[in-house]
Each structure stands twice: as structure tokens, then as C-alpha cells.
């Protein structure tokens, strides 16, 4: 036996070695060869859609576009969401990215822009970007600079049941959070379950804590705060005492504490068996209503998030986040032209059409036929101010705070000051 | 170390042989040595993963724990004890070691008798026994993440079978909101671990009783003792290593369950039937605190790993020193 202090240290030789080892090996798979000897491009395009139709849809759009650049070869690689942010986890640990990969924007892309991970758009993409919707383009503004190019955005809204709100009187949708206590009251007093909430997951909470935020404290609020590290200002207390105001009327279905989101007696299949008027959701509830309850059909409508009397901020303002993709740094001219084509009019109304995203292109609407859908993008074309998802917009610790802390206050176990509290100080855990 | 491997000093016979020739003697290292590369040839593998997957990993979490790190690259910033302190200030962990307490004693009190009893019951000649057997044992074979969907369905309010067939047999006052009420989680989460675990015990129990000699008991029932009297006297003391090792596999379960609790509530609502293993993966996974999940991990298994050695040390001792066969404090 050696000297311990040594042997140690060769431990930690061991597993830094280890690490390595691990992290390079799951670098192999980033590997792009490109420049092969022939003068073909070979590019590595990592995206999400592992389910259909999106998955065939896309790998038609590669091969078309293989057709029309014969000197460039599209390698696809697809991973499942969760695998997939594992993986790029490692990746960016690695510093060796794909060509061109999915991202949300927000918080993890600017991790990987900070790591000089990331190709800075703004000169590449300048001549043909600027037709795109400029809300959708918002998540990937890194220090007003694009890093990624959108072909899908979407927002949170309430999706609700015309025939319950026209039982319970209620004439048009609330435009303030006043109005909105009172047709939660009048739905209650015709003994229908108001809200549907899966309080076992948490985030269908925190879209309310952020969007009241959003409204007392004006759009940009949380993004600043999140810089400052301090959530502990007047207007987020308001916020979720505002959550904590809708939480004592009891507008949720019985075992709401204990109900997912997608499941067969989650949130969507309550709202979409009829047996809740409505929900906080984002454009995809439609489909999840349908999938995991019956759907309501012509009986859906969505209406924006209300405003707070005497907030900063207005109802315009949304709440959202999309898919794009970002460039590896210096990636191959072949990978801009394959963004070029993923983001034209063309190919953007094949993907409306066929994967029922909402369009990026302006030119690409006329395809968008659901009269929900279209509501929705009116909303965002209109929009005044964007907040990006808080799990994509945070670090990951703060974005589970946020939702760990808004769960704990809808329970009843913390205060509107403790939420901002605890947030504060995971955000200030965080370096 | 390499003496271990040598086969020819543990077989005693040789030594009675004639001593070996000289030739023999070379043929005999050379087996030797041939034994030797054979034992390292067939222990390396498993070897390397061990210490590569479980031992590296193991120390290297015991020194994650001392660092803020975030899981990418190697920890950095060293913060000492933070980590650890931070954990036994944290309610949310205070409450996952109460809920740990509170889920070994409930098993202890409840889940094991019951399963005694129904092996004691099943250890009985009766018509069918094998059926009953084997459906008390299936829980056991299904997967955790299928019992928790399973009895999330079962158990969601209004709408699932349980509720379903109280409201049918008119006890609507008695169905509830079973994972999702806060003060009713942990009983609906023992319940379905006892549904789960207790024909496992069952099967350890039913293997004790039959390694029991009928003689003991026909002994007992000649001297005039009663049913209960041979079973306390005769069959408890007897089933004793068992029920030990039981209550050992039980306890240990209880500090590890993750599954079960991740697929049914998360933890929730509102970290009412959070383990300490959920806090781990929370913090770990969600959160990318991986220093601080270490630091909880670390925790853990310093639980477990004092449990069982003072387990061994104090409980099981008596096992492993053949208790049941030498008389040894035949008073107790």
C-alpha cells in the first residue's frame, strides 16, 4: 500500500479517464464526416420526431432535398425527446455538436452558444429569415442575434367547452382575471367542474403561476428576473396571490393532486370527456383531448390568457415556445441551404398540412384550416411580448423550483411569499 | 491474494500421497499455473465490470457529493459539507427518512404477520393449495411500473374500479381520492406494496415451514401441545432465520423504493409520498444538482449500509453460528 494521498489521486485519474471515456464514446455519435472524398457533404441533421406522421413526413423532406442538392447527403438521426436531452447533455460536455440539431432556445441554447458550441446565424440566414413569423423566431434570440431557425411555434392558452359556458351563462370568454373568478363561480354554481388540472406533474400549474406573473409584472419580468436572481419583487407575490385567489374557489376536479396530464383520467381526458369546462394548455391540447378522452369537436374554443386589472402587462402578451434547429459552429454551407429549404413556404405548408405544426411562414397559412388552430395563430402573429417556456427559459433547477414551489402553493402548503422565496433562492444556488 | 486460487491447498487428499516426483512436481506447476490463468480468465470480466460499473461509480458519487456540480465535466467546485448539511436541513429529506421509518414499520407490524399467516395457512393440506399459492406469488412477478399503472387506474378518483365497486356495494362515503389526498397517500401506497410484496414473503416463509422436520411438530403433539402452543414453540422459533432474512429483504426494499412511487404519484402531492430515492432522482435528473443528488445517494447508502451491518452483526449472527441446530440459550 502506497501512500494514500497518491493512491487518491490515481482514483481520480481512474474516473476522470472514465468520464472521458464515457463522454467520448457517446461523441462518436456525433461525429459528422463530412467533406467525403467524392465531394459529397454528408450532414448530420438530429431532431425528435420519432413519432408519425411527423417522422415520414420529414425524412420524404431529406430525401427531397437529397434530390435537389446531389452533392449532399441528409444523415438522420432521431431520438426520443428525453434521450434526446440526455444526449446533448453529453454532447455539449463533449464540445462536438451535429450539423444541425433541434432546439427549444432559451436557457439550454445559450449554454451551448456560451460554450462557442453554436453558429451565429445573423450573416448566414439574413437574406431569407426575415420572412419569418417574428414571434416564433423569439426563443432563438441570443443577445438579439439568431441562433436558430423555427418550424413550429405555439403558445398557452385556455382551450374550454362552449356548451358548459353556455349552460353556466357565461356570454363570452373573460378578457380580465376578475371576469375569469366569476365565470369559474358561475360554472361551479351549475356543478361543473370548472378546471382540469394534472397536479401530479406540476407544469400545467407553474403555465398559470407564469402567465399571472406575466400579466402583473409585465412580459419581460420573468426573463429579468431570472437574470437578477430575484423573484422576490411585489408583483410575483401578487402573481401568486392572484393563483392563490382561483385556488380557494376549488375550480379543479376532484383528485387533481394525483392526475396527469395525458393519461386516460388525466387532465386532457377530462376536459375532453366533457366532465371539466376547461384547461391552461398549450396548441397541442386539441389532439391530446382527442387521444386520451373522446374530444370535443365544434364545442372547443380557446381563448388567451385574461388580463390583471392594474397589471403591466397585457393580454396580448404570450406565453409559448416552438421547435427549431441550431447550427453546429462552422458548420457546412449545406447545412444553412438545408435550413433555407426546411423554412420556405413550400415545405412549411407540408408540415401544416401533414404534422399539424402551426406555420413560421406567413405565406404557409392559407393550409391552416382548424378554426382553433387559426385562433391561436392570430393570437401569436398579433402578439406584443413572448415568454418562453420557464423549463426552456431556466436553468433546470430553477424551472423545477418554479414548478415544485407553484405545485406546493396550489396544494395549500406555501405561501405567494414562499414561492418567490424558494425560487430566489434555487436561482441563486445556480452560478 | 493469489493463493486463493490455487486449488491444490484445499484438497486435502494429496496429502497422504507419496511425495510427488520431480516431473510430476513441473507438471503440477504447470497445471497450476493453468488453474490459476483459468480462475483469473473466468473472474476478470466480471471483475472489470464490477469495478468499472458498481465501484467507480459508488466512489465517485461519495466524491461527487463534496462538489456543486452541475454533471457535465469533472466537479470542480469544491464546497465541503454543503452538500450534506443542505440535505438534513431539508424538509422535503427529513420527511423521506420519516416516510422510510413509517413504511419499515408498517411492513414489519402488518405486511409480514400477514404473510405468515397466509403461508402457515397454505402450508395446510388443502384442495387447490398450488393455485392459491401461485396467485398470492404473481403480484411479485409484475413489473413495478405495471403495478403502479395498474393501480393508478384502479385508484383514480370517482372514476376507478375501486371506487367504482364501493359506490357499487353502496359504501360511496368510504371511496376518496386514495394517491391523490395528501393524508391518504401513504396508506394507499402500502397497500398496493403489500399487494405487491407479500406473496414473495409468503414464498420465503412457505420454503421455511416445509425445511421444518414433521417429527418436531408430531413430538410437540404427543407432549399435548395445543395448535397455538406448536405453532409459537416449535414452528416460529424454527422459521426464525427466515422471518430475519425477511425482515432484512423488507427493510431494505423500504429505503430503495423508487418505481413504484415514480410511475403512481412522482412523490406527490406535494412530496407526500416521496422517497428518499425520488428526492435523489429529482435533484439528479430534473434538476441537474448532481452533487447534491450524490450527496443524497451517499446518504442512503450510508442508511443501508449501517442497517445491515448492525443487521449482520446483532440479528442475523445467530443464523450464521447455527443457532437452530446447538442448543445455545435454549432458555429464551
Same mark, same amino acid.
Given at each position: ?24 464514446l457517446s ?7 463530412g ?5 459529397t ?25 437529397e434530390?435537389?442538392?446531389? /452533392?449532399v ?13 440526455s ?12 450539423d ?28 431569407w ?33 362552449? %356548451? ?10 373573460p ?17 361543473i ?6 397536479? /401530479? ?10 402567465y399571472?406573473?406575466?400579466?402583473t409584472?409585465?412580459a419581460?419580468a ?31 376536479? /376532484? ?17 375532453g ?8 394548455m ?12 373522446k ?29 427549431g ?6 458548420a ?10 426546411? %423554412? ?9 398540412e ?18 382553433n ?40 402548503? /406555501? ?6 422565496e424558494?425560487?430566489?433562492?434555487? %436561482?441563486?444556488?445556480?452560478? | ?13 494429496d ?21 490459476? *490463468? ?15 460499473l ?35 436541513d ?10 422510510? *421509518? ?12 400477514f404473510a405468515?399467516?397466509?403461508?402457515v395457512? &397454505?402450508?395446510?393440506?388443502m ?9 398470492f406469488?404473481?403480484?411479485?412477478? &409484475? ?43 401513504m ?9 405487491k ?22 413430538a ?17 422459533? *424454527?422459521?426464525?432465520?427466515?422471518l ?15 418505481d ?63 443457532a ?9
Open positions: 500500500m502506497g501512500d494514500p494521498a497518491l493512491s487518491r489521486r490515481g482514483f481520480l485519474a481512474a474516473s476522470a479517464a472514465t468520464g472521458l471515456g464515457m463522454t467520448a461523441g462518436c455519435g456525433g461525429d459528422s464526416d467533406g467525403g472524398s467524392s465531394g457533404t454528408t450532414v448530420e441533421w438530429w431532431n425528435i420526431s420519432t413519432t408519425q406522421p411527423t417522422k415520414d413526413v420529414w425524412a420524404a423532406l431529406a430525401k427531397q432535398f434530390a435537389e442538392n446531389p /452533392k447527403k441528409i444523415k438522420i438521426v432521431q431520438l426520443e425527446n428525453d434521450a434526446y436531452k444526449k446533448m447533455t453529453a454532447l455539449t460536455a463533449s464540445g462536438k455538436l451535429p444541425i440539431f433541434h432546439t427549444w432556445g432559451g436557457g439550454v441554447l445559450k449554454q451551448q452558444v456560451d460554450a462557442g458550441l453554436v453558429e451565429d446565424l445573423t450573416d448566414r440566414t439574413k437574406e429569415s426575415g420572412g419569418l413569423l417574428p414571434v416564433a423566431k423569439e426563443p432563438y434570440l441570443i443577445d438579439e442575434k439568431p441562433y436558430g431557425i423555427p418550424f413550429d411555434i405555439g403558445m398557452v392558452g385556455f382551450w374550454y367547452n362552449k %356548451a358548459h359556458f353556455k349552460k353556466a351563462g357565461i356570454a363570452a370568454p378578457t380580465t382575471w376578475s371576469g375569469f373568478l366569476d365565470a369559474v363561480q358561475a360554472l361551479k354554481s351549475e356543478n367542474t370548472p378546471i382540469a388540472l394534472a397536479g /401530479k406533474e406540476k407544469w400545467p400549474g407553474m403555465y398559470y403561476w407564469a399571472l406573473a406575466m400579466r409584472a409585465g419581460d420573468l426573463g429579468k428576473a431570472n437574470d437578477a436572481k430575484d423573484f422576490t419583487g411585489d408583483e410575483f407575490v401578487q402573481a401568486g396571490r392572484h393563483l392563490e385567489e382561483l385556488v380557494d374557489l376549488q375550480p379543479f376536479q /376532484k383528485g387533481f393532486l394525483g392526475a396527469a396530464y395525458s393519461t386516460p383520467t388525466g387532465q386532457a381526458a377530462t376536459v370527456n366533457g366532465r371539466a369546462a376547461m384547461e391552461l398549450g396548441q397541442w391540447a386539441p389532439v391530446v383531448e382527442a387521444d386520451a378522452g374530444g370535443l369537436g365544434d364545442d372547443l374554443g380557446f381563448f388567451p390568457f385574461p388580463a390583471v386589472e392594474g397589471g403591466k402587462g397585457a393580454i396580448t402578451e404570450v406565453f409559448g415556445g416552438g421547435g434547429h441550431a447550427l453546429r459552429r462552422d457546412p454551407q449545406a447545412a444553412v441551404d438545408f435550413l433555407k429549404f426546411f %423554412a420556405s413556404a413550400a415545405t412549411d405548408r407540408r408540415l401544416v401533414k404534422t399539424g405544426v402551426l406555420p413560421v411562414v406567413p405565406a404557409a397559412e392559407d393550409v391552416l384550416t382548424d378554426p388552430l387559426q385562433a391561436v395563430q392570430k393570437q401569436l402573429k398579433s402578439s406584443t411580448g413572448f415568454q418562453l417556456y420557464l423549463d426552456q427559459a431556466y436553468a433546470p433547477a430553477v424551472g423545477q423550483e418554479v414548478n415544485d414551489s407553484v405545485a406546493a402553493l396550489i396544494a395549500g402548503s /406555501k405561501s405567494p411569499q414562499q414561492v418567490a424558494s425560487i430566489t433562492k434555487t %436561482a441563486k444556488e445556480e452560478q | 491474494m493469489t493463493s486463493t486460487f490455487l486449488p491444490d491447498e484445499r484438497t486435502g487428499p496429502v497422504d500421497r507419496p511425495p510427488p516426483s520431480a516431473t510430476a512436481a513441473r507438471g503440477r506447476g504447470r497445471r497450476r499455473a493453468y488453474h490459476w *490463468l483459468t480462475a483469473v480468465g473466468f473472474q476478470l470480466p466480471a471483475l472489470v465490470l464490477f469495478v468499472v458498481v465501484l467507480l461509480p459508488i466512489l465517485f458519487a461519495l466524491y461527487a457529493a463534496f462538489f456543486r456540480w452541475g454533471g457535465f465535466g469533472m466537479p470542480s467546485d469544491y464546497i465541503g459539507t454543503e452538500n450534506f448539511t443542505r440535505a438534513f431539508d424538509p422535503v429529506l427529513l420527511g423521506d427518512l420519516w416516510r422510510c *421509518l413509517v413504511l419499515v414499520v408498517l411492513s414489519v407490524a402488518l405486511q409480514l404477520p405468515l399467516a397466509t403461508a395457512l &397454505l402450508n395446510q393440506r384442495r387447490g393449495r398450488a393455485v392459491y399459492r401461485m396467485l406469488f404473481a403480484p411479485y412477478v &409484475l413489473s413495478e411500473a405495471i403495478t403502479g399503472v395498474l393501480f393508478s387506474m384502479i385508484f383514480a378518483p370517482g372514476d376507478g374500479l375501486a371506487d367504482q365497486i364501493l359506490g357499487g356495494v353502496g359504501l360511496d362515503g368510504l371511496g376518496g381520492e386514495w394517491f391523490a389526498d395528501p393524508s391518504m397517500v396508506a394507499t401506497l402500502f397497500l398496493v406494496m403489500t399487494w410484496y407479500f406473496g414473495f414473503h409468503m414464498m420465503l416463509y412457505l420454503a421455511g415451514l416445509q425445511s421444518i422436520p414433521k417429527e418436531l411438530t408430531e410437540a403433539l404427543i407432549d399435548g401441545a395445543n395448535a397455538w402452543q406448536r405453532f409459537r414453540s416449535v414452528t416460529l422459533p *424454527l422459521l426464525a432465520p427466515t430475519r432474512i425477511s425482515v432484512f429483504l423488507s427493510v431494505i426494499g423500504a429505503i430503495q423504493l423508487f413504484l412511487v415514480w410511475v403512481v404519484t412522482q412523490g406527490g402531492p406535494d412530496h407526500h409520498s416521496e422517497t428518499m430515492a425520488v428526492t435523489m432522482f429529482q435533484f439528479g435528473f430534473k434538476r441537474y444538482q448532481v452533487g447534491y443528488a450524490s450527496a443524497i445517494s451517499v446518504v442512503m447508502f450510508g442508511i443501508s449500509l449501517v442497517f445491515a451491518l448492525a443487521y449482520q452483526r446483532f440479528v442475523l449472527r445467530r443464523d450464521l453460528e447455527g437452530t441446530t446447538t442448543m445455545r440459550g435454549g432458555g429464551k
